[in-house]
T-cell receptor, first 118, second 115 residues
Framework: AQTVTQSQPEMSVQEAETVTLSCTYDTSENNYYLFWYKQPPSRQMILVIRQEAYKQQNATENRFSVNFQKAAKSFSLKISDSQLGDTAMYFCAFMKRTSTGTASKLTFGTGTRLQVTL | ETGVTQSPTHLIKTRGQQVTLRCSSQSGHNTVSWYQQALGQGPQFIFQYYREEENGRGNFPPRFSGLQFPNYSSELNVNALELDDSALYLC??????????????FGPGTRLTVL
């Protein structure tokens, strides 16, 4: 079974600054995907960024980037130039790679509440 | 393109009752997953439907059941409701053109309160 740990329940950052959210995971699998999801007060879970474990290059999406350390089982999210709209709960999630037709479930951490302030 | 939709938005039931939650998957998606998110927690996987059959289940009792229809929409049914079933129920769909594990698109959820 996989577990995902987010050790920072809450974080705060000023607008335009950079913040890093931490995530560690435990698995015996070698092929998997890691995700960061954002859940604003509207409750809709939105995919922020995805990393495939077999890729050594860290994923980036505009102001969002990850630091993926496979041996350490660490997957942190860096948000640059923070904006007020980034205020939300952020969840780290793990998914084992499976063949088509086999259940592919997301295992989530407990989340980090990020507050962006003026 | 319409995203994942869920109904109702909110629901209040009493202990012992039964409830049905509905999810319309995003156009072109054939896989639907359901998650339960208790207050202050991350979502927990309930089950997944692919081609109208359950093809994976999390650690939830049999009173949690589901259906997927030919148009890929889905229902989550919960019988004999308990107070601990109070949660946000999220539906997520995955596209046909990619392996199911590539990405799951979430709906806005149904907030269920059991009194």
């Amino acid at each position: 079974a996989q577990t995902v740990t987010q050790s920072q329940p809450e974080m705060s950052v000023q607008e335009a600054e950079t913040v890093t959210l931490s995530c560690t995971y435990d698995t015996s699998e070698n092929n998997y995907y890691l995700f960061w999801y954002k859940q604003p007060p509207s409750r809709q879970m939105i995919l922020v960024i995805r990393q495939e474990a077999y890729k050594q290059q860290n994923a980036t999406e505009n102001r969002f980037s990850v630091n993926f350390q496979k041996a350490a089982k660490s997957f942190s999210l860096k948000i640059s130039d923070s904006q007020l709209g980034d205020t939300a709960m952020y969840f780290c999630a793990f998914m084992k790679r499976t063949s088509t037709g086999t259940a592919s479930k997301l295992t989530f951490g407990t989340g980090t509440r990020l507050q962006v302030t003026l | 393109e319409t995203g994942v939709t869920q109904s109702p938005t909110h629901l209040i039931k009493t202990r012992g009752q039964q409830v049905t939650l509905r999810c319309s998957s995003q156009s072109g998606h054939n896989t639907v997953s359901w998650y339960q998110q208790a207050l202050g927690q991350g979502p927990q996987f309930i089950f997944q439907y692919y081609r109208e059959e359950e093809n994976g289940r999390g650690n939830f009792p049999p009173r949690f059941s589901g259906l997927q229809f030919p148009n890929y929409s889905s229902e989550l049914n919960v019988n004999a409701l308990e107070l601990d079933d109070s949660a946000l129920y999220l539906c997520a769909s995955s596209p046909i053109w990619a392996a199911p594990q590539r990405e799951q698109f979430f709906g806005p959820g149904t907030r269920l309160t059991v009194l």
